[in-house]
């Protein structure tokens, strides 16, 4: 039986006619979701206030035929919820998306309870797209997502050595991170990021120009979040304005070499044509320059 996936939007609001093309195109594809009596209540550019937002998302987690809770899309506004959330309530079950939920999937590990790193539920239009290799790539991490929920983990994946610090393969440890800006924007609040001792730090961003990409980077790595980091693998950066010949490797080694932190590149991970879900504090191994997903 196919699980049944509740939807909530944390986040920026959606045009509904998007989230009916995207839940037509799920179910074409076998994935049934479940919109609650108001999903959004638009104030200002957000889905909701904090209280409409908050309930919805208690909500989806108390309803007992819910096994998934799947975000609706990202934008902003997750961080107005991860210090309201009554997370005694919430059952174990997996929250779903990318992009500004990475600061709800860091606080969903740190409370014991499963995430998901993966497409947004309005993403499944691209199950309809013109372009044949969207068409594929979503159909890909879509059934990598219901494989994950049914217990299976994604293949490895190639991985490209960017870094000039000194390696350490294999290592292993729980990979984490997200959206670099959301991250970085939770720094020296309570919802601060900080990768768990060993950690693999996955990264990705998009449609912001490489200053502003240094800045956020150079915040998480002052603010300590990356001290007890193993290595950072780079998804995609869609969209993100380099500056003159300015390599994104490059941006990266100039503050995590001092540091000795090993940089890998060449994730399918992020904004792009692909988005591999993983979950989210889960083991992995970096070997050979592969990224092995072990749980």
Same mark, same amino acid.
């Given at each position: 039986m196919s699980p049944i996936f509740s939807l909530i939007a944390p986040a920026s609001f959606t045009r509904p006619e998007i989230l009916e093309q995207a839940a037509e195109a799920l179910q074409q594809f076998g994935i049934q979701v479940r919109f609650p009596a108001q999903l959004q209540k638009q104030q200002r550019y957000l889905a909701g206030d904090v209280d409409h937002r908050l309930a919805a998302l208690h909500d989806a987690y108390a309803d007992p035929q819910t096994d998934a809770v799947w975000a609706v899309r990202g934008g902003y506004g997750c961080a107005h919820l991860a210090t309201e959330i009554d997370w005694d309530r919430l059952p174990p079950k997996p929250l779903i998306g990318y992009s500004d939920l990475s600061v709800l999937l860091d606080q969903c590990h740190r409370h014991g309870l499963p995430a998901i790193h993966g497409p947004v539920m309005k993403e499944g239009?691209?199950?309809?797209?013109?372009?044949?290799d969207l068409r594929a790539a979503s159909r890909r991490d879509l059934g990598a997502l219901l494989a994950l929920l049914e217990g299976r983990v994604p293949e490895a994946v190639p991985l490209n050595s960017a870094s000039t610090a000194l390696t350490t393969d294999p290592l292993e440890g729980p990979l984490v991170g997200g959206n670099l800006a959301t991250l970085a924007s939770v720094a020296g609040t309570p919802l601060a990021f900080r990768a768990p001792?060993?950690?693999?730090?996955?990264?990705? /961003?998009?449609?912001?120009?490489?200053?502003?990409?240094?800045?956020?980077?150079?915040?998480l790595v002052y603010s300590g979040a990356l001290d007890d980091a193993a290595a950072v693998c780079i998804g995609t950066f869609e969209g993100c304005t380099p500056y003159g /010949?300015?390599?994104?490797?490059?941006?990266?080694?100039?503050?995590?070499?001092?540091?000795?932190?090993?940089?890998?590149?060449?994730?399918?991970?992020?904004?792009?044509? /692909?988005?591999?879900?993983?979950?989210?504090?889960?083991?992995?191994?970096?070997?050979?320059?592969?990224?092995h997903f072990l749980n």
């Open positions: 239009v691209k199950l309809i797209a013109d372009d044949a001792p060993g950690a693999i730090v996955v990264l990705e /961003d998009v449609g912001e120009p490489y200053y502003r990409l240094e800045r956020d980077l150079w915040q /010949d300015l390599r994104i490797e490059t941006l990266f080694e100039t503050w995590l070499a001092p540091r000795a932190l090993p940089l890998y590149t060449g994730l399918p991970i992020g904004h792009g044509r /692909d988005n591999l879900p993983w979950r989210y504090g889960s083991k992995a191994r970096i070997d050979a320059n592969r990224l």
